[in-house]
C-alpha cells in the first residue's frame, strides 16, 4: 500500500499545448542547426564541421590528399551525429565546380558530373581543402570566434567560422527548414569586394549604387540572365524574387546555306542528360517539329547539337520556342533567408548582407588584435625578466647554485614576477651568450612597437576599416575578372521583339477533322474526312459536331452560358479512340451545353444572341480566352441562356422564332461590343429564338436542310422589317425542324 503512494501522481498535460511546444522545438532545431545558413560565414551547421574536421587532419591545400570517408568518419564521429551518407553528399557538392561557384573542397576522383550521374563511394574518393576554404578558416587558433561544446562534450566545435571570404554570396546557399527555406544563388566575388568597399565608405548606400557593382547572379555554370533590371533591383532591394536563365548558343554554319545550333552553356541546376532526353521525348511527340536531330558531343566542355529540319529557319525563333518549351531557360528563385549575426532568421536585401558580413570580419579583427595583444603583454614580461638576468647574471647565477628556493629569491631579489622567474630557471645555458642578449632586445623592441600599433589600432574604427578595406582589395587582386576562377560566367541580356514565335513553328501543319459528340467527347482524326457518316462513338453518344481544320488552328466553344473557351487543335486527343471530355479540358458545367464549335478567324465578326431575342455583334478576336475558364461574351440570366453564334457577314440579319415567324432586317441596326446583354432581336411572345443568319441582300439567304440540300431566298422583301418586330410565318421551303442549316465554313 505505502508503495502505491509513494508513486509520482500523473500530471493532466494539454494536447494541444504539448504538441505545439514540441513541435516548436524540432521547427526552431531544424531552422538553426539544418537549413539556414548563417550570414557572417555562408555555411550550414554540416558545412561549417566538415571544413573543421578537415582542418584538424590537415588537409591543407598544400597538403596531400586523404580519403572522403577519413573526413566523413571523423565528422559524424565527433561533431555532426547524423547519416555518414546526408554528410558525404554535402562534400561532393562542396567539390563539384559545376554545383558550387568558388569550391571549398578540392576532390580527388569521381565526384559527379553534370549529367546528374552520382559521385563514387566514399572509400574511393580522395579530399581536401582549396584556398578559398582556407580563407573562411583563417585565423580560427586567434580567438576570432566564439567554440561551444560538441554533441557529447568531448571536444569543441566553432559557432560560426572567420569567414575572410563572403561566402554567403559568393557560392549561394539552399535549402528547406520548417515553414521557411532559402534560395540564394551565387555572385562574383570581384564585385561583392567592390561592393563592399563601397559599403566601408558610404554604410547607407543605396541598392542602386550596389548594383552598379553587382551585376547580378554569377552561376556556375555560367548561361544568360534575362531578367530586366528593374526587377533585378527590386529582388536585391527586399531579399525576394526571381531570375530567368538561359543557355547559351552558338549557331555554326555548316555550308550551302546550312547551319545548327550549339548549346554551350545550359542553366544552373538542369542536369544535362534529362535535359536532352526532355527535347528528344517532345520532338517524337512532335510538338517540336522544326527539329530534326538533336546529340550530346559534349566531353570537359558542354557541346549539345541541334540541327534544324530547314535552313530556312530563324535560329532566333527556334530557339525562343527552346526556351519556351524546355529547360534551355529556367527560373530560379531569389529568398535571402538566412541567419543574422544574432541567430536569428529573417530576409535580407543585399546591402544588409554585406554589411552583416563586414561587420563579422571588424569583429574577427578586434578580437584577433586583441588575441594578439595578450600574447605580446606576456612575451614582453618574460623578455623583461631575460633583460633583468643579464644585467645582473652574477647574482642571479649565484641564487640558482646556493639558494634552497631560487624561485622566490629571485622574485624578491629583482622585483620579478613568478612567470619572469619560471622563465628565468628553464633559460639554457647556451642563452646566456651575448649574442642572444642583443636578440632578445631586438625582439623586445619589435614586440613594444607592435603592441604600440595594436593600442592604436583597437582605439581607431577608421584604421579598423583601413585593414578590412586592405584584406578586400587583396581578395579582388586574388580572384580578380583577370583570372580562371574569378572571371564573370554569366552575362545579361533583354529579351527582345525577335523572339515572337509563330504558331506555324510549334506546331506541324497537318490537316485534323474535329469530332465533338452530343456528350461532349472530342478527338482530332488525322486527314480531312470526305463525311462524317462513317465515325463511331461510344454507346448512347452520337454525333454532334464535325468540322475540318489545321493542327495550327485554335478552336472556339460557345456555350449556353454566354462564354466563349479555346483550345488549340494540336492539343487535342488522337482520333484513335473516342477522344477525351471537353469538360475535363474547359471548365464547363455538365449542365451547360455546347451551342457552337468553330475554326478560329481573327477577322471575322460573329452574331451572338440568347434564346429570348437578345444579341449583338462581337469581334471573333475578343472571344479568344487565355484560361480553362473561358472568357464571359453574353450576358444571361436564368432561365434565359445563349443559343445563337453564327458569322456576322452581308448587310442583312434573319431571324426566326420557335414560332415559325421570320423577320430580315439590316445588320447595322445591332451594335458591335466585346460584352452584354445586346439588343432585342425579335419579339415572340411566350415563344423563343429558334435560329438565326446573316446574309448579303444582293446574294440572298442561303439555308440548308439535314440532309445537305442547300437552297436560296433572295425573295424576301414581304419579310422585311425593323429590329424587335414580331416578323411573319416563314416563307414555303423552309427546312421543317425549324432550323437554317450549318453556319459556318469546314461544317461537315
Known amino acids: 500500500m505505502s508503495d502505491v503512494e509513494d508513486l509520482p501522481q500523473e500530471e493532466a498535460v494539454s494536447l494541444k499545448a504539448a504538441l505545439e511546444s514540441r513541435y516548436l522545438a524540432y521547427a526552431l532545431s531544424t531552422i538553426t542547426n539544418r537549413a539556414l545558413p548563417d550570414v557572417r560565414d555562408g555555411l550550414k551547421p554540416v558545412h561549417r564541421r566538415l571544413l573543421y574536421a578537415m582542418r584538424q587532419l590537415r588537409l591543407d591545400p598544400e597538403q596531400g590528399f586523404k580519403k572522403s570517408a577519413r573526413v566523413v568518419g571523423d565528422v559524424i564521429g565527433r561533431y555532426h551525429p547524423h547519416g555518414d551518407q546526408a554528410v558525404y553528399d554535402a562534400l561532393v557538392r562542396l567539390a563539384q565546380d559545376f554545383a558550387v561557384r568558388y569550391p571549398l573542397v578540392d576532390g580527388q576522383g569521381n565526384f559527379g558530373n553534370v549529367d546528374g550521374d552520382n559521385a563514387a563511394a566514399m572509400r574511393y574518393t580522395e579530399a581536401r581543402m582549396t584556398e578559398i576554404a582556407g580563407l573562411l578558416l583563417q585565423d580560427i587558433d586567434s580567438d576570432t570566434v566564439d567554440f561551444r561544446a560538441t554533441y557529447d562534450g568531448e571536444d569543441e566545435e566553432p559557432i560560426v567560422l572567420p569567414a575572410a571570404f563572403p561566402n554567403l554570396l559568393a557560392n549561394g546557399a539552399s535549402g528547406i527548414a520548417v515553414g521557411m527555406a532559402t534560395s540564394i544563388s551565387s555572385h562574383n566575388v570581384d564585385e561583392l569586394c567592390a561592393a563592399a568597399l563601397h559599403l566601408l565608405k558610404a554604410p547607407n548606400a543605396r541598392i542602386d549604387t550596389l548594383m552598379e ?111 519556351r518549351q524546355t529547360d534551355l531557360e529556367s527560373r530560379f528563385s531569389l529568398n535571402m533567408n538566412v541567419l543574422d549575426n544574432e541567430g536569428v532568421p529573417r530576409v535580407m536585401g543585399l546591402r544588409e548582407a554585406l554589411t552583416q558580413w563586414l561587420q563579422h570580419r571588424n569583429q574577427v579583427l578586434v578580437r584577433k588584435s586583441k588575441y594578439r595583444l595578450e600574447k605580446i603583454t606576456a612575451r614582453l614580461e618574460v623578455l623583461d625578466g631575460y633583460l633583468v638576468a643579464y644585467l645582473n647574471l652574477d647574482e642571479v647565477i649565484r641564487i640558482i647554485r646556493e639558494e634552497d628556493e631560487p624561485r622566490d629569491d629571485l622574485m624578491k631579489a629583482f622585483d620579478l614576477s613568478q612567470v619572469q622567474a619560471d622563465a628565468i630557471l628553464n633559460m639554457r645555458l647556451r642563452a646566456l651568450r651575448k649574442l642572444e642578449e642583443e636578440g632578445i632586445r631586438a625582439e623586445h623592441a619589435e614586440l613594444s612597437a607592435e603592441m604600440k600599433e595594436l593600442k592604436a589600432l583597437l582605439k581607431s574604427e577608421a584604421k579598423q576599416q583601413a585593414i578590412v578595406s586592405a584584406e578586400l582589395k587583396a581578395l579582388r587582386k586574388q580572384f580578380g575578372p583577370k583570372t580562371e576562377l574569378g572571371k564573370r560566367r554569366t552575362d545579361f541580356e533583354e529579351v527582345t521583339d525577335d523572339e515572337a514565335v509563330p504558331l506555324e513553328i510549334l506546331v506541324e501543319k497537318e490537316p485534323v477533322t474535329i469530332v465533338c459528340s452530343q456528350k461532349g467527347w472530342i478527338r482530332a482524326m488525322k486527314g480531312h474526312a470526305e463525311n462524317g457518316s462513317k465515325l463511331t462513338y461510344k454507346d448512347g453518344d452520337k454525333r454532334e459536331f464535325v468540322l475540318h481544320a489545321m493542327t495550327t488552328d485554335k ?125 432585342r432581336l425579335q419579339r415572340h411572345g411566350d415563344g423563343h429564338l429558334a435560329d438565326a443568319r446573316c446574309y448579303s441582300s444582293a446574294e440572298g439567304l442561303k439555308i440548308s436542310d439535314k440532309a445537305g440540300r442547300e437552297r436560296v431566298f433572295t425573295e424576301l422583301n414581304d419579310w422585311q422589317g425593323l429590329r424587335a418586330q414580331a416578323g411573319r410565318i416563314r416563307p414555303k421551303g423552309f427546312p421543317t425542324d425549324g432550323l437554317m442549316g450549318a453556319a459556318f465554313p469546314n461544317r461537315l
Open 213 to 323: 557593382y553587382v551585376k547580378g547572379p554569377d552561376f556556375p555554370t555560367g548561361g544568360i540572365c534575362v531578367e530586366s533590371p528593374e526587377a533585378l533591383r527590386e529582388a536585391y532591394a527586399t531579399g525576394r524574387g526571381s531570375m530567368r536563365v538561359r543557355a547559351r548558343y552558338e549557331v555554326e554554319q555548316m555550308g550551302r546555306g546550312t547551319w545548327q545550333i550549339v548549346i554551350t552553356e545550359i542553366p544552373y541546376q538542369v542536369q544535362k542528360s534529362r535535359l536532352i532526353e526532355k527535347i528528344a521525348e517532345l520532338m517524337n511527340a512532335r510538338q517540336l517539329p522544326m527539329l530534326d536531330d538533336i546529340r550530346d558531343e559534349s566531353a570537359e566542355d558542354i557541346r549539345i547539337v541541334i540541327e534544324p529540319k530547314s535552313k530556312n529557319l530563324d535560329p532566333v525563333q527556334l530557339m525562343a520556342v527552346l526556351y
Open 555 to 679: 478552336l472556339v466553344l460557345f456555350v449556353s452560358n454566354g462564354r466563349a473557351y479555346t483550345l488549340d487543335v494540336a492539343k487535342l486527343p488522337g482520333g484513335r479512340g473516342h477522344g477525351d471530355p471537353v469538360r475535363m479540358m474547359l471548365d464547363i458545367e455538365p449542365s451547360d451545353e455546347i451551342i457552337e464549335i468553330f475554326v478560329h478567324d481573327p477577322e471575322r465578326k460573329l452574331l451572338v444572341a440568347s434564346r429570348i431575342g437578345n444579341g449583338f455583334v462581337v469581334a471573333e478576336s475578343e472571344m479568344i480566352a487565355n484560361r480553362k475558364a473561358g472568357k464571359q461574351i453574353l450576358n444571361v440570366k436564368a432561365p434565359d441562356e445563349a443559343a445563337i453564334c453564327v458569322p456576322a457577314v452581308g448587310d442583312k440579319i434573319a431571324v426566326l422564332g420557335e414560332n415559325r415567324k421570320l423577320l430580315c432586317f439590316a445588320l447595322a441596326d445591332v451594335p458591335e461590343m466585346p460584352r452584354g446583354k445586346g439588343v
